[in-house]
């Protein structure tokens, strides 16, 4: 039986493996997944240099919205260790200024309330507005921002504010990219998503219709396929391991 090549998924803020239970369940057949753990590190160079700590020398990594972030850190710090890359739920660009000033008013509200994780109004811009009435999906979110806790989504809210602008680093990425953007994202538009696909080489955009910014979750299925093609498409991912 030969070896699986390497993936590694990076989950975005609030986030934890739950958030890729089906995409590493789905794609075991051809690829040895593994998702990083981004709740403890204060920056992003930190949680790329955790990623690539964990990782084995060839590697490729998919990455939802922070966890993208993270991905374009990994690439400029090691990109020959990349053999293929998946940006989801993500932009190249740093925050706006009003973007910065939402940030700072979300911490300071956490640091004096009692933290209570994917709000109503954060979910709102999580999740389609469709799946908003969808009480198992909302209850299992919920519960994951809880697991990951205050602390480390503090921490994730300034690494994510201090992120490197990442435009200027797409035209020399190498690797096979897919740009994966729920058709619905309230947080990386999907004029976001073609901008990175237009600015790197090779790049494919696609699009997953009726949802929004956790794509893992709302349209599981869906992005699990998506992948699949791309990591087929991608060497050495080539097929599924003999058995």
Same mark, same amino acid.
């Given at each position: 039986m030969r070896?699986l090549?390497?993936?590694?998924? *990076? ?7 739950? /958030?890729?239970?089906?995409?590493? $369940?789905?794609l075991?057949?051809?690829a ?5 753990? *981004?709740t &403890?590190?204060? @920056? ?15 590697f490729?990594?998919?990455?939802? @919205? ?6 374009? $850190?990994?690439? &400029?710090r090691?990109? =020959?260790?990349?053999?293929a890359?998946?940006f989801?739920?993500?932009?190249? !660009? ?6 910065? @000033?939402r ?12 933290? &209570?994780?994917?709000?109503e ?9 469709s &799946? /908003? ?5 909302? #209850?299992?979110?919920?519960a994951?921002? $809880? ?6 989504f ?7 504010? =201090?992120?490197a602008d ?5 035209p020399?990425?190498?690797?096979p990219?897919?740009? /994966?953007?729920?058709r ?5 538009p /999907? @004029?976001? !998503?073609?901008a990175?696909a ?8 696609e ?11 709302? #349209?599981? $299925? ?9 990591l ?12």
């Amino acid at each position: 039986m030969r070896t699986l090549p390497a993936m590694a998924l *990076l989950p975005g803020m609030l986030c934890d493996a739950m /958030l890729w239970r089906h995409q590493t $369940e789905a794609l075991r057949d051809i690829a040895d997944v593994r998702v990083v753990d *981004l709740t &403890r590190q204060s @920056s992003i160079v930190e949680m790329a240099e955790a990623v690539l700590a964990e990782m084995p020398e060839r590697f490729a990594v998919a990455g939802l @919205s922070m966890g993208g972030y993270v991905a374009f $850190e990994v690439l &400029r710090r090691a990109p =020959r260790r990349v053999s293929a890359v998946a940006f989801l739920g993500t932009v190249a !660009h740093p925050d706006a200024p009003e973007e910065t @000033s939402r940030r700072a008013a979300l911490i300071a509200m956490q640091e004096r309330r009692r933290f &209570r994780g994917f709000t109503e109004p954060l979910l709102a811009l999580m999740l389609h507005a469709s &799946r /908003l009435a969808d009480a198992g999906l909302v #209850r299992e979110i919920t519960a994951m921002g $809880e697991r990951v806790g205050k602390a480390a989504f503090l921490r994730q809210q300034w690494a994510i504010q =201090r992120r490197a602008d990442s435009r200027p680093d797409l035209p020399a990425i190498a690797c096979p990219v897919l740009a /994966l953007c729920g058709r619905q994202d309230g947080l990386a538009p /999907l @004029s976001a !998503h073609a901008a990175i696909a237009s600015a790197i080489p090779g790049a494919r955009l696609e699009i997953i219709e009726t949802c929004g910014h956790l794509s893992p979750l709302e #349209r599981p $299925e869906a992005v699990t396929e998506a992948l699949r093609r791309f990591l087929l498409a991608a060497s050495p991912f080539s097929g599924p391991a003999a058995k």
